[in-house]
């Protein structure tokens, strides 16, 4: 399967079901309040394709730039309205009815990652248990003494039943908070508590995986660093390393499992190594380049081996959840309105500089992560859509003119001083706006740009 035209295919279903969903707030808002619809577009600029439909003979159509799309509305700002059909006009509309059809497109987005999380919850998933791997030397899980194989539940007394609770829990609480309390199970069922400290995950501003800063890693069981395959004429074969060998170090690092080795690998792409291994109780020392490949974007090294095979790990790593149509329903709003005010604290601290702008994403790391969700499986595509749908709301409450919430804004100042805003009034702010909106644009088109070409 070609990857490009899969990704763009997910990306183009997630923001043509986003669109339609958040326009369809508008239309139908305006409708119920009696305000004539003149056109209903998904995209901006030409239109590829257009239909006029139902009693108002409303224009439904396709445009050439996909980026969002607009529901225009009979308005006698923008042209000469006929006697008979004033009543029908945006402009003519209470404040009140006003703010209804401005707020209905991001709570259209809102009522739908609702009913996605719903359908998913509903319908049950396979999910990772949060059971805790060894942790990499001076990082923060291993100050907190975590040992491979602990499974976590509870954080500060949240009790947390998934890989994915887990990180979310510890993402919100690192936002605002110093140390964690885990709670862990060890395989012997031993309970204890680890005190981890959260500076770490923000270091960097929250770019990259911040779990992965903090040391929590997901569970490996303890394979021994043997070779069990070498592949035909690859780094290896042609050194000579042979299946059975054990690593006992390699670039002068001591090597106490598979995972060790293949860290290390990984990292010393086209870098001349050095590898013991035991064999048949002899030490044989054999140098060696790792090849540099490409994968997810970064380059990393390789020589072709596979692990031996080991015991089957005795802990369970996986469970299948699902909940009943209430239960979901009400996890689908916590999960809603958790990842909403998530997503404007973050915002927030954009603004004040505690977290980078170098996290702003733009289309094209929305397409990767489409593209990655889509081939996990259709859960996690929707939970996917619905987090990006959720993304679209809170941008569109924004106070910024051009965006839903400035328009909200002005409907605020119109009652407050008893009277519209000035035309010139609102076309400057338009134009602060537009600028606003470009900046960002730009921001996140550089981000993506960033990411796509250093990986």
């Known amino acids: 399967m070609n990857s490009v035209p899969f990704y763009l295919a997910a990306f183009l279903v997630v923001l043509g079901v986003l669109i339609v ?5 508008h239309y139908l808002a305006a409708r119920l309040c009696g305000v004539k619809v003149l ?15 139902g009693i108002d003979q409303t224009e439904w159509a396709i445009s050439i730039f996909p980026l969002g ?3 225009k509305m009979l308005d006698e700002r923008e042209g000469a309205v006929a006697d008979e059909e004033i009543h029908r006009t945006f402009n003519r509309q209470s404040v009140g009815k006003r703010s209804i059809i401005v707020a209905a497109g991001p709570l259209a987005n809102f009522a739908l990652a609702i009913l996605l999380y719903w359908a998913v919850f509903m319908h049950g998933s396979e999910e990772l248990l949060p059971v805790l791997g060894a942790p990499p030397i001076g990082t923060p899980a291993a100050m907190a003494a975590i040992v491979n194989g602990e499974q976590v539940r509870a954080v500060d007394g949240q ?5 994915n609770d887990l990180r979310w829990v510890l993402l919100q609480k690192a936002i605002d908070q110093e140390s964690v309390a885990l709670e862990v199970v ?6 204890a508590v680890r005190h981890l400290y959260l500076a770490a995950a923000g270091e960097q501003g929250w770019e990259g995986d911040a779990l992965e800063r903090l040391g929590v890693r997901f569970y490996r069981p303890d394979l021994p660093a043997v070779i069990g395959k070498v592949v035909t004429n690859g780094v290896a074969d042609r050194v000579g390393l042979l299946p059975g060998d054990r690593v006992l170090s390699i670039a002068e690092k001591d090597v106490f499992s598979w995972y060790d080795l293949v860290a290390i690998i990984r990292d010393s792409a086209t870098k001349s190594i050095r590898l013991e291994v035991e064999r048949q109780g002899e030490i044989v020392a054999v140098d060696l380049v790792p090849e540099s490949v490409m994968e997810r974007g970064q380059t990393v090294g390789k020589i072709g081996i596979a692990v031996a095979d080991g015991p089957k790990p005795r802990r369970e790593v996986k469970t299948f959840i699902s909940y009943g149509m209430v239960e979901a329903a009400g996890k ?17 601290k954009m603004l004040t500089g505690e977290v980078s702008w170098k996290n702003l994403s733009g289309p094209v790391t929305i397409a990767d992560y489409a593209g990655q969700s889509a081939r996990l499986g ?10 990006v749908s959720i993304s679209l709301g809170v941008l569109n409450l924004l106070p910024i003119p051009v965006l839903d919430g400035g328009h909200l804004l002005y409907h605020v100042l119109e009652v407050v001083m008893r009277r519209p805003l000035s035309e010139r009034a609102m076309e400057i702010g338009q134009q602060v706006g537009m600028s606003i909106l470009f900046a960002l644009m730009a921001f996140a088109f550089f981000n993506d740009l960033t990411r796509l070409f250093n990986g």
């Open 21 to 25: 969903v958040h326009e369809l707030g």
């Open 186 to 191: 060890n395989e012997r069922d031993e309970i």
């Open 69 to 71: 799309g607009y529901v």
């Open 332 to 348: 689908a709003l916590d999960e809603t309105w958790d990842k909403s005010i998530f997503s404007l604290v973050m915002m927030g």
């Open 378 to 387: 259709l859960d996690y595509y929707l939970k996917f859509m619905a987090l």
């Open 159 to 163: 009790p947390v039943a998934t890989w």
């Open 39 to 53: 056109r209903f577009s998904v995209g901006f600029g030409r239109m590829l394709w257009r239909k006029r439909l």
